[in-house]
């Protein structure tokens, strides 16, 4: 393991990565730690030559890179190995150069969640505690309990009763301890951490434990590796917490840093306007270690969040990478899903129909020569996650079935819909 501390993002004070080390003494939860490296000892065992023979195509390939031992893994299922799909149908809509999907409804709990949720479990059996807990608005929860099925870990989670009943059975049936809190995320996050503090269990909260977002950083790696380490112009993420944007931006600095990209990508966050914390803060010029949370109210439940608890990786992404933030309406994003899946066959829930949202915003009005350039949307979650919403899109979008008695005369006019 190259691992060699932990610094807060906040006051840079530096933290040895032992057990139960969350985040910085001094700053409190926003001082959210980040994991810090050895890159030359990382280069001497792992490059892109190396990577090209290594047969594992799982998040695993990069092992120097994520803060687990050897051996550690706990979970049997497949995680990472998404397919990174071009679409020129969408980039000629949308006006961009090229435009490529990353696909990340095909993870084995189907959102990106389960990046993060591999390298809590390993941490969890490297500190031999037998039991973890997160709070969630669903996904995070689903790929803790999917990946915990069939291992010795018990898995406890708080969602809100609100949380799409689909995300829920699926929690459900992997058999996860779940505890349905009444209000909405962030009252779960309090008593996840509550529990935390009661029962002495593995926390992966977002925000909180510092190594899910090493785990959630793959997403970029893999990015990078699918499109020959020639790193592209931008790259659109959804944000509710912060902690995935604040991933791909680790995993494009990390790539810096060893030589295997030779720039930055710019980072785009999308939020809705019913949960746009960090969208206002950027735009009002506030500090996001201040700023007081808001009241978030979004269809788009995996991007609600009053107060992101990844806020200052997640600003540091897009402003050290000269990016924006794009705030997007619950109307578009729920459009969003039928117009991405017609065209894509790529089907998302809302909220990773939002960052297809922010990036058709910000494409209009970028219509220069060569506009964005070379495009990434990362498509987070699966939309079998969130059957409603789904069905809500398709009756902005009019597409309808057809409705057919049997009969002799039954299939007679049938128009096609394309
Ligand atoms: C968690 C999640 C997000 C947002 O990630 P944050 O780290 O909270 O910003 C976006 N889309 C989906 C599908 C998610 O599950
Ligand atoms: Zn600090």
Known sequence: MFLTGLGCTVCQGEYRPEPSRYVCDRCGEVGTLDARYDYPAISRVVDPDTLATNPDNSMWRYLPLIPVEEGTRVSSLVVGGTPLIRSDRLASDFGVRELWVKDEGRQPTASLKDRASAVALARAAMEKAPVITTASTGNAAAALAGLASGTGQSAVIFVPESAPEAKVAQLLAYGATVCLVEGNYDSAVRLCQEAVARFGWYNRNTGINPYVGEGKKTVALEILEQLGWSAPDAIFVSVGDGSIIGGVHKGLKDALTLGWIDRMPRIFGVQSSGSAFLAQAWSDQEDVVTKKSIAAQTRADSISA?????????????????????????????????????????????????????????????????????????????????????????????????????????????????
């Open 306 to 418: 009053d107060l992101p608890r990844d806020r200052v990786k997640a600003m540091a992404a897009v402003t050290e990478t000269g990016g924006e933030w794009i705030v997007v309406t619950d109307d578009r994003i729920l459009e969003m899903i039928p117009y991405v899946s017609a065209r894509t066959g790529v089907f998302p829930e809302p909220a990773a129909a939002a960052a297809f949202a922010g990036l058709a915003k910000a494409a209009a009005g970028f219509s220069g020569m060569d506009g964005l350039g070379r495009v990434v949307v990362i498509s987070t979650g699966s939309g079998l996650k969130d059957i409603k919403s789904v069905m809500a899109g398709l009756d902005r979008s009019g597409a309808e079935a057809l409705h057919i008695k049997p009969g002799p005369t039954a299939l007679d006019g049938l128009e096609l819909s394309k």
